[in-house]
């Protein structure tokens, strides 16, 4: 399995909900990252956990909530959106110098 | 500040030519990778490159690192449709993996058939 999976696609979310965003690899990678690209932008890092610990914070408003369970997943929950967090949300994941396996994506929207 | 700029931001060419995309910075990068990205897609890496002057080639695209690790080019020849993409260069500013990636601003190249 070569591959990072994410969940959902795509999500449309109020600015009074919760929700979260699922990422999994079974690569046996060390790092786990959260990228967040708007439209015709590159991505922005946004959070980075090596060995499942937070290593990581590019000072991301509180309610985005990073949470890494095991070594395998990556979870990022929602609360209290903004419209302006509406973005492409793409998690990947690394082994040391190797190279950055990116997945599909999250499309949300906050309205 | 960004600190990754990449030149041009837009390039729309025939099939069959040539081309060059710069990434240049004022900062010194322990590697830096290249990646394309498609619509609806993540980005996937294409090349990275760790010693200052090397010369990478992958099938039509070849890559280079500036002597002093602060500048990149990625030059395609023979352009084809299958080339249409975002792409983005990436610095690594750390000295121990890719844990400060810091994207550039990208080049949307668009192949005309």
């Known amino acids: 399995d070569t591959e990072v999976t994410q969940t959902p696609k795509h999500l449309v979310m109020g600015m009074t909900n919760k929700k979260s965003l699922k990422c999994e690899q079974h690569m046996g990678h060390r790092a786990m990252y959260w990228y967040k690209q708007k439209a015709k932008k590159p991505p922005e890092l946004m959070f980075v956990?090596?060995?499942?610990?937070?290593?990581i914070n590019e000072s991301v408003p509180s309610r985005f909530s990073p949470e890494c369970p095991n070594s395998s997943l990556l979870n990022l929950h929602l609360h209290a959106l903004q419209p302006e967090d509406s973005a492409l949300y793409l998690c990947a994941s690394s082994q040391d110098m190797g190279q950055l396996i990116f997945g599909s994506g999250t499309r949300l929207t906050v309205v | 500040t960004q600190l990754l700029e990449q030149s041009p931001q837009f390039l729309s060419i025939q099939e069959g030519e040539n081309l060059t995309v710069y990434c240049n910075s004022s900062?010194?990068?322990?590697?830096l990778q290249w990646y394309r990205q498609e619509p609806g897609e993540g980005p996937v890496l294409l090349v990275t490159?760790?010693?200052?002057?090397e010369v990478k080639k992958l099938k039509r695209l070849t890559f280079q690192f500036g002597d002093a690790r602060k500048d990149s080019s990625l030059h395609i020849t023979a352009a084809q449709p299958g080339d249409t993409g975002l792409y983005l260069c990436a610095g690594d500013r750390s000295n121990f993996g890719n844990e400060k990636l810091t994207f550039g601003t990208g080049t949307r190249l668009t192949i005309i058939p």
């Open positions: 900062s010194v990068f322990s590697s």
């Open positions: 956990y090596s060995y499942e610990k937070l290593s």
């Open positions: 490159v760790v010693t200052g002057g």
